[in-house]
């Protein structure tokens, strides 16, 4: 893929509309980008996508933004035709099949733009917690287990956090950013901007979501995970089907590793 990289970064006016959104999404789906060339093979593509703002179908030109959004490059040529009134007005009332599909890629580019736009905050301003329930059953039964074993205590962690960018978070811990011990998850005891609480987030992911035979998570998560260090977390992925295959001793050493490692 670094070669093929080359070859568009050397020739980037030989692309057509085709083969930009199509190296746009196989790029982005897999979460790659050659390395040490990543800002010149992003910027050519961009510049060859420019070419084409004219003339370029509205659903298309969502699609080639928001997967240049994945890999953490806002095109702002792109973003600018993307963001007028006619075009948004037509991406959103435009009777389609995928519905859902378009909804779900500009809440990504509008999270993009938030966290990462010219104008955001350094660090981001956090977008904390929107929903949870006390009584709510985590859909990762095991890990639920582990932390209970590891932590002591059921209100040292939350399960199935939503926060209000969007992101679902598997499971929350707070931790003490002194002394580095899991204080506890109550709503009250969560001021955003309290730096002496480092946030933890558990993310708990399927094989789908790494690329093949690998433990390198694909373009979704890997923007979820950038996004959410943005935020202040400190993320823990754990591959939840080999995470199932250990023993609870095991499984309890690895998230006290991951959990508690100095960033």
């Not at 985590?138 to 582990?146: K, L, T």
Request: hydrophobic share 40%; aromatic share 8%; glycine share 2%.
């Amino acid at each position: 893929m670094d070669a093929f990289a080359e070859k568009v970064i050397s020739h980037p006016d030989s692309l057509t509309m085709k083969d930009i959104l199509a190296i746009l999404r196989t790029y982005s789906l897999l979460n790659h980008i050659p390395e040490g060339q990543d800002q010149q093979f992003l910027q050519a593509l961009n510049e060859a996508l420019n070419n084409y703002l004219p003339r370029i179908p509205h659903a298309d030109l969502l699609r080639a933004v928001y997967s240049f959004c994945i890999l953490g490059y806002l095109p702002q040529p792109a973003l600018d035709r993307l963001l007028q009134e006619d075009v948004l007005h037509e991406l959103t009332t435009a009777e389609r099949q995928n519905v859902e599909q378009t909804e779900m890629m500009l809440r990504a580019v509008n999270v993009c733009l938030a966290l990462e736009g010219p104008s955001a905050p350094k660090p981001a301003v956090p977008l904390f917690a929107e929903k949870w329930s006390s009584h709510h059953v985590s859909h990762f039964p095991e890990m639920q287990e582990r932390l209970l074993a590891l932590l002591g205590d059921a209100s040292l962690f939350r399960p199935s956090v939503k926060l209000t960018c969007g992101y679902n978070i598997d499971f929350q811990i707070l931790m003490d950013a002194d002394t580095r011990e899991a204080v506890p998850s109550s709503e009250a005891d969560q001021p955003e901007d309290d730096s002496r609480i480092q946030r933890v987030a558990v993310l708990c992911a399927p094989t789908s979501a790494f690329c093949f035979d690998s433990r390198h998570p694909r373009g979704r998560l890997a923007m979820k995970m950038r996004h959410l260090r943005r935020m202040g977390f400190h993320v823990v992925l754990v591959h939840y089907p080999e995470f199932q295959k250990l023993k609870q001793d095991e499984a309890v050493q690895l998230l006290k590793r991951e959990i508690f490692s100095s960033q």
